[in-house]
């Protein structure tokens, strides 16, 4: 009896075990992109992916701003034994396995798929026009964005605008054109600015509206030298000011003050960050310790200005006084540290490190909302659109004038530095003197680059007499765009030819 | 400090002199035993037999009796109450001729007067078995030659046998044991020490699901037994394996206290995915290890037809781990305890305040000198102390056997703040159900508590530098404390704290709980068929507290900076199998053995983290008084794993060996077109002794053939790898973090296993009689469909996929030595193993080069640092060659970052010159850049052995184990880092050659700002070492002493662990793997760095074994 009993288990416990058999996963926590979009909160949460995307330290946090701003003839290394890559940017010895390189295209193109993911599930929803639409717009807006600073730095480039399920399908992919990648883009700003909202929620900056919209297309008709649309777009901007909730700030020091930035009229589009948190590489800001003289308070002292760049900014302009730190605190000693006494001993960048917020260890990450596009940007693209539209006019010095006005405003006492523009300059002088504005109005704000790139500086810039940065190996011919990845092109041939030079 | 070591050492003597006495007067008491014991029965009308054995059960006292003499049928009335033996005794036999003659335990029951016995034809034989060692030996079977009497011997190796014929001879057998046999003569006692049978024929191994003779065995496996598990204290089993079992190399990952080890079965199969072998305790597969002293035997299983059993996870080797079970007769009681005194193996050579001033003025002429002078490395490093103790008891009776352990390991670092500790129970019963029916539970409970330091540190920049990386690089001529009482940070370059500062300000706590239990039954079908299952549950439990205070960098930044992490892994399986064993016309052996297994895992994660605390006394348990709270994190993966597995065994005549093996996996992680694998294998052995016409050649007493071909895998996908997946993104809108996702991983329904094909041939020889025994293996093993991350194009939005492409090979010598050398009253006995591997790269993703970096991440300027290339092994270090230093008047290579300055460093220009379509020439282009880097070193030994020599005499035992490796290369980020010769940081002696106008004849660089740290075959090292593992003294109290005492073994011994180590590399130690821990990719691809790791230590041991 007893045995039977006991064989009968012996088979009942072999049958139950055989059965387990399915070998299916079934993962908690893990999102699938089939049925991930259910409500238009789901595609909120996916554009929001992009917010974090170029929260990034290859993007704003990091490789992008440092990149772009070496480039120029405003920041020089500082410390000349940090990264090869870095100095190659620097000294325009750039090849197509920089590391900077990669960074930048590869997680632009991260914000591009989190943007084109959010497109698609918005469409799959099925709603009315009214309902998604102002949804397609925010996600088409930073798709436009990242494209807008890949094609200005690289030129020809895969356009993509469709989410990928299978990679091996766009593996023979070909460049498009940059003057049809300027159309793709423009075409998401003009829907964008169609769709977004005159303010989002809470008057939220870090996120678009249709003045944001607005304002990107007046930059990239500028870049495109289609001066009467950027002439339009940014009028339109200024115009509607009141209604988009625009105004330049009354303290030029305000607008970088980590604590403030949020609360600003003047900002346009900004990428935020907060302080003392970081996941990896996303929310990860090192822009202060980038900045920052090196070995004060981890500092790197690697994004610095040269001397030149210094004494080229009057001493009467209360914005020399704000971009620039003459000495900075040791927080060891607690005794303020002299700039002849640093490692790069010149003066360094002040607008990030100065009024930081919340930093976390090593001076890392700040609550700085990194701006992209401020109100007195559009008031000097207006400017000098409206000069190569129409010369030199009243309106175009006015726009200047305001900016200038603000610049007088030494934390409250009005100084009579810059002075108004004369009246009635001449149209080259005008141009050249709005751009000479943007240098310093926007002085490491990760513009001068583009200036120079779009106006064909680059052999005034650092081959001519007053260049502030000299740069021999500057090449016209190559250095305006930087190679496309190398790994990129070893993935994909198609993506031949390397841009010249390189 | 060596104050307080030595009031902890006479701590342990003390507690150890207290246990000894106790067992003393323990003994004493019972010399008298039957005199003082007292016994109550009551049995009416009982048998005699069943009277003697109820008082057997109820003391200690056993019989012997010759039936034909003493009635043991006769019934009796016993009624005693707290009477003393002889008064039972006479009781019974009252009114009979018997008498009873005690003899401590021992009552021999006799017609005659006892002595007389002797005489007698069918007279009564006792004694004892032991070992060589004078270890009783329970459990041996005692015959009388040609016939059918005979007993075995109870716990303590005693034994008795009645109605010996005459002339008779005993013949004594064990396991494991040369049969003896015995004239008996006209002896009445015979005691004898069974002598271990080194031809091991009878040697039974642990393989997959059953064992084997060894002498059937047709794979390779290797087994290390209990007492070379236990030759020195180690924190767990694994690191007692090194160096004993041939093909399998271990190394520690850092010397932390209670730090994980390396292990490699005949190399690294796998690039990306895990090459770690997998653990089966007692049939559990990825069962959790007891510590060594509860092991019986640990087998390595390393060729296809060993592993190939199991299927998806055996393509690593398989370590089986058997435990200790108890065996019928008394409870042995067993004592192990040793204390160990440790010191750091090696200090590096450092500049001195002064020195280091000189120098750094070189380069930063306006250095000022702090005024202190402090050796780091003596600020951070104490005496260390590891206490050890296991405690068992082990028994049985008829039905039921037990083994019950405790085991307490303690162990203070060599680096202040550093600790481990573990407390572990073991638990092994057996119980004989009924005849056919048998049944097992296993238990095994751990708590382990590590109080961690860094080392070892991914980037040691102004807030990550840890306890060496600090000490060796910081200023000397700085104190620990400022003015103001607060400690010092670096004056120059990076600010990173003090290392003393780091050891007292840095918590890092580590509470680990594991917990085991295996339930089996095994019942016996029909004769020769049994089934077994198993049901297995294990856990760990891991809790981890981190505290930076503000007193820190890192900590300060954020108001202090404290988390609390936890794991909880769970794996559950079941084995259900069949086997049949039988044997036909006494000449075929045949065997199956088939079943079915379940298994699952979930491994659970959470963690919360705080900034911002009113105080740094909270630590890490208060999160929630942080100001700043942080983004927690939580996570789950799922797995299981269903397989059927099969083994056929044929022997014909003990010649012919036949086995073939086949699992079929069934695996969740597997993609959707492959979630079922296929694994066999098969494998001959000709044992050639046995033939005829080796019969007469007497100087080979083994020859056996082996070849084994077979497939393997590694299961390599993680779970839920193949899916494709919306990740989280952390994302901040309007200053406040948001829900955010972004597309992160595609599909990818065709991914699939890693499959490694081996194949081994070997051969077991034996010579003069056993005393030397050989066995050598070849194996070639191809890892193919290796796991890599396939480069997707980037404007996908996806970095990468994983793709089934690449081949690996593994091929190789083992050798094996065992040796009597001595068997006299001095014995020498000799084990030598020694394993040569090649590791090569067969194919790679488009046959490309895979570059990739493992420096330090503060070394900003070092890139890629080693290289995957297709003909080279995996590892090999990839940078410059250096040709010294530049003199002045010398030819300076341009190159952008380049020295061109005399007294910088020079590098050779071998390639650069590109052929038409821009591919390069190998031909110098008379400028160095990035193409003029090449592999420089290979992390892999050409060869790696261990030696074990011990020497026996009379009561005293000797044993050196040498254990090294030969031929690998270390790249060291400790010396680059120091030796550089850029930055203000502190170096070794080195620098005191640098090159200075005044001292041009040398190779080290002149001190400069201007230089950043680049690899070069100035930083690799010959990491070739040979080391005294472990020196030990042993004193085994002598037969007659125990006897008074009552003891089976009492051994004291004084042991030394890593006393010597012989290597030419400079840096703490050779036994490195900075980057390499853990079982993801970089445990394979980085191997033979060093970056800042914590030492090894060296040990003087004191110990002592106790077995009543």
């Avoid at chain 1, 305000?254 to 604590?259: E, K, M, V």
């Avoid at chain 2, 520690?252 to 994980?260: A, C, E, I, K, Y």
């Amino acid at each position: 009896m007893k045995n039977i009993r006991i064989k009968m288990l012996t088979i009942l416990l072999m049958a139950g075990a055989m059965s387990c058999t399915n070998m299916d996963e079934e993962p908690i926590g893990l999102l699938a992109p089939d049925t991930f979009f259910k409500t238009k909160q789901d595609v909120q949460t996916a554009i929001y992916g992009v917010n974090g995307a170029l929260a990034h330290e290859s993007l704003y946090g990091r490789a992008y701003i440092c990149n772009m701003q070496l480039r120029d003839d405003m920041c020089d290394i500082g410390n000349r034994s940090t990264a090869t890559y870095r100095i190659q940017v620097n000294d325009f010895g750039v090849n197509s396995t920089n590391q900077w390189m990669s960074q930048i295209w590869q997680q632009s193109y991260v914000a591009i798929s989190c943007a084109n993911t959010a497109e698609a599930g918005a469409k799959s929803l099925g709603l009315p026009e009214a309902e998604i639409n102002p949804m397609i717009a925010e996600a088409r807006f930073y798709r436009a964005f990242c494209y807008y600073n890949l094609v200005r730095i690289f030129g020809n480039l895969p356009y993509i605008d469709y989410p990928i399920s299978d990679p091996e399908s766009v593996k023979t992919l070909s460049k498009t054109l940059e003057a049809d990648v300027y159309k793709a883009i423009v075409a998401d700003l003009e829907f964008a600015k169609q769709w977004l909202p005159n303010k989002q929620t809470s008057d939220c900056r870090t996120r678009p509206s249709k003045g944001t919209a607005a304002s990107y297309l007046a930059s990239i008709y500028l870049t495109t030298k289609d001066y009467p649309k950027a002439y339009t777009e940014a009028k339109y901007v200024i115009d509607n000011k009141d209604i988009f909730g625009y105004q330049l700030e009354i303290d030029f020091q305000n607008i970088f003050r980590a604590d403030k930035t949020s609360t600003l009229k003047e900002i346009i589009f900004a990428i935020d960050f907060i302080g003392a948190i970081n996941q990896g590489s996303y929310n990860d800001d090192l822009i202060i310790p980038m900045t920052f003289p090196r070995d004060i308070n981890a500092g790197f002292g690697v994004v610095v200005p040269s001397m030149k760049t210094y004494e080229s900014f009057n001493d009467l302009d209360y914005r020399k006084k704000i971009s620039f730190n003459l000495e900075v605190k040791d927080p060891k000693t607690g005794l303020m540290v002299p700039y002849d006494k640093w490692k790069e001993p010149r003066p360094h960048i002040a607008k990030w490190s100065r009024y930081p917020g919340n930093t976390g260890a090593g001076f890392r990450y700040s609550d700085h909302n990194y701006c992209d596009m401020r109100y007195a940007e559009v008031l000097l693209i207006a400017a000098e659109a409206k000069a190569e539209v129409s010369g030199t006019s009243a309106e175009a010095e006015g726009y200047v004038n305001l900016v200038r006005a603000r610049a007088r405003n030494d934390a409250g006492v009005v100084g009579t530095y810059p002075e108004d523009i004369a009246p009635g300059m001449d149209k080259t002088a005008f141009i050249d003197m709005v751009i000479e504005e943007r240098r310093i109005e926007l002085a490491f704000e990760w513009k001068r680059w583009y200036d120079i790139k779009r106006r064909n500086l680059g052999d005034v810039a650092f081959k001519g007499a007053n260049s502030t940065e000299p740069h021999a190996t500057f090449d016209a011919t190559r250095d305006y765009l930087f190679p496309i990845p190398k790994t990129e092109l070893d993935v994909n041939p198609n993506l031949n030819p390397q841009n010249t030079g390189y | 400090m060596p104050n307080r070591v030595l009031s902890k050492f006479w701590k342990i003597m003390r507690l150890s002199v207290f246990f000894l006495l106790l067992f003393v007067a323990q003994t004493y008491a019972t010399v008298t035993y039957s005199q003082q014991t007292r016994l109550t029965l009551n049995m009416q009308g009982a048998k005699v037999i069943d009277v003697l054995s109820k008082i057997e059960n109820e003391s200690e006292f056993f019989f012997l009796f010759n039936q034909k003499l003493v009635d043991a049928e006769r019934q009796v009335n016993v009624d005693a109450k707290n009477e003393s033996i002889d008064k039972i005794l006479s009781e019974i036999f009252e009114n009979t001729n018997v008498t009873a003659l005690v003899k401590d335990r021992q009552i021999i029951l006799t017609t005659a007067n006892p002595e007389m016995v002797v005489s007698e034809q069918q007279k009564i034989i006792s004694g004892k078995v032991t070992d060589a060692k004078g270890a009783s030996l329970p459990g041996v079977s005692v015959v009388v030659k040609g016939t059918t009497t005979g007993t075995i011997t109870d716990g303590n190796g005693f034994y008795s046998i009645s109605n010996i014929p005459e002339k008779a001879t005993l013949q004594f057998s064990f396991v494991g044991m040369k049969m003896q046999e015995v004239s008996i003569g006209t002896q009445t006692t015979i005691n004898i020490a069974l002598e271990d049978d080194f031809i091991g024929i009878e040697e039974v191994v642990a393989v997959g699901y059953g064992t084997t003779k060894k002498s059937d065995l047709t794979g390779s496996v290797a087994s290390v037994k209990s007492n070379q598990l236990v030759a020195f204290p180690t924190s767990g089993a694994v690191q007692a394996l090194q160096g004993r079992a041939s093909g399998v190399q271990i190394t520690s990952n850092n010397g932390d206290p209670g730090g994980s080890m390396k292990v490699r079965v005949r190399g690294g199969t796998s690039i990306n995915a895990s090459s770690d072998p997998i653990f089966v305790v007692d049939g559990f597969v990825g069962g959790i290890l007891p510590p060594p002293e509860d092991i019986q035997s640990m087998e390595v299983l390393k060729d296809a037809s060993a592993t190939a059993i199991y299927g998806s996870r055996g393509a690593n080797g398989v370590i089986m781990v058997t435990t200790k079970k108890g065996s019928k007769g008394k409870t042995r009681i067993e004592f192990n305890s040793s204390y160990s005194s440790q010191q750091v193996i090696n200090q590096l050579d450092l500049l001195n305040a002064e020195q280091y001033t000189t120098m750094t003025k070189e380069a930063f002429p306006t250095y000022v000198n702090s005024g202190a002078n402090t050796n780091w490395q003596d600020v951070i490093f104490q005496t260390g102390a590891i206490q050890n103790y296991q405690l068992s008891f082990s028994g049985g009776s008829e039905n039921v056997n037990y083994y019950l352990s405790g085991s307490f390991y303690d162990q203070e670092g060599i680096i202040i703040g550093s600790a481990f500790k573990k407390y572990s129970v073991t638990s092994n019963i057996n119980i004989n159900a009924t005849e056919k029916l048998k049944v097992g539970l296993n238990v095994f409970a751990e708590r382990a508590n590590t109080n961690g330091v860094i080392t070892q540190e991914n980037s040691g920049g102004a807030d990550g530098a840890g306890v060496i990386g600090s000490a060796i690089k910081y200023m000397p001529d700085q104190g620990i404390y400022n003015a103001d009482g607060t400690y010092t940070t670096a004056a120059m370059h990076d600010p990173i704290d003090n290392a003393y500062a780091i050891t007292q300000e840095y918590e890092n706590n580590l509470v680990s709980d594991r917990l085991q239990a295996n339930f089996s039954a095994e019942y016996k079908v029909i004769k020769d068929l049994s089934f077994k299952t198993t049901l297995g549950i294990s856990t760990l439990n891991n809790r981890t507290g981190e505290f930076y205070s503000t007193l820190l960098n890192r900590g300060r930044s954020y108001g202090g900076l404290g988390s609390i992490s936890s794991i909880k892994n769970t794996n559950v399986a079941s084995e259900n199998y069949l086997s049949y064993n039988t044997t036909f016309s006494s000449v075929h052996k045949f065997g199956a053995m088939g079943g079915y297994s379940y298994q699952t895992y979930q491994n659970e994660n959470w963690m919360a983290s705080g900034s911002k605390f009113i105080t740094n006394a909270v630590s890490y348990w208060n999160l929630g008084g942080g100001a700043v709270p942080q983004i927690p994190a939580s996570g789950l993966v799922e797995g299981k794993l269903a397989s059927f597995y099969s083994r056929l065994n044929y022997g014909f005549s003990d010649k012919y060996l036949v086995t073939f093996n086949a699992r079929y996996d069934g695996s969740s992680n597997f993609s959707e077109n492959h979630k079922w694998a296929f694994f066999p294998s098969g494998a001959v052995a000709w044992n050639m002794k046995n033939e005829e016409f080796m019969r007469n050649v007497s100087a080979i007493s083994q020859l056996k053939w082996r070849g084994s071909y077979g497939l393997t895998g590694n299961q390599a996908i993680a779970p839920y790898q193949t899916l494709a997946g919306l990740t989280n993104v952390f994302s901040i809108v309007n200053g406040l973090a948001v829900n955010a996702v972004r597309p992160n991983s595609v599909a990818n329904p065709d991914l699939t296993w890693e499959t490694t094909a081996q194949l081994d041939f070997g051969a077991d020889i034996g010579f003069l009689a056993g005393r030397i025994n050989l066995s050598a293996d070849y194996y070639r093993m191809v890892t193919s469909d290796l796991l890599f991350s396939v480069p997707l194009p980037q404007y996908s939005g996806y970095s990468n996929q994983l793709k089934n492409i690449g081949k690996v090979e593994n091929k190789g010598f083992e050798f094996t030595v065992t040796s009597k050398v001595l068997t006299g009253d001095f014995k020498w006995n000799l084990d030598f193993n020694l394993s040569s591997n090649r590791n090569k790269i067969l194919e790679l993703p488009n046959g490309k080069d895979i570059l990739y970096a493992s420096g330090p991440g503060h070394l900003i300027s070092l890139g890629n640092t080693q290289i995957l290339r297709v003909g080279e092994p995996v590892g090999s270090m990839y940078g410059y060659i250096y040709d010294g230093v530049y003199q002045s008047g010398d030819t300076f290579i341009p190159g952008s970052g380049f020295e061109q300055v005399a007294g910088g460093e020079k590098f050779r220009d071998i390639d650069g010159k590109k052929d038409a379509n821009g591919i390069l020439t190998g031909e110098a282009d008379g400028t160095l850049n990035a193409s003029d880097q090449t592999i420089i070193g290979n992390p892999h030994p050409d060869f790696f052995y261990g030696f074990n020599n011990e020497f026996l005499w009379k009561d005293f035992d000797l044993s050196i184990f040498i254990q090294g490796s030969q031929g690998n290369d270390i790249l060291s980020y400790t010396l680059l880092e120091l030796e550089t010769l850029g930055k203000p940081i502190n170096s070794t002696t080195e620098a005191l050659n640098r090159w200075t106008p005044t001292n041009t004849n040398t190779d080290v660089p002149m001190k400069t700002a201007a230089r950043s740290e680049r690899v070069s075959s100035r930083f690799i090292f010959d990491g070739s070492y040979v080391r005294v593992k472990n020196i030990m003294l042993g004193y085994n109290m002598p037969k007659p002493v125990l006897g008074k005492l009552n003891l089976e073994k009492l051994r004291l011994y004084v042991s030394a662990q890593n006393l010597l180590t012989y290597t030419n590399y400079r840096g703490y130690d050779p036994e490195v793997n900075y980057r390499g821990s853990g079982s993801g990719a970089q445990s394979n691809t980085n191997q033979g760095l060093d970056y800042a790791s914590y030492p090894n230590a060296k040990s003087v041991t004191v110990g002592l074994n106790i077995v009543f």
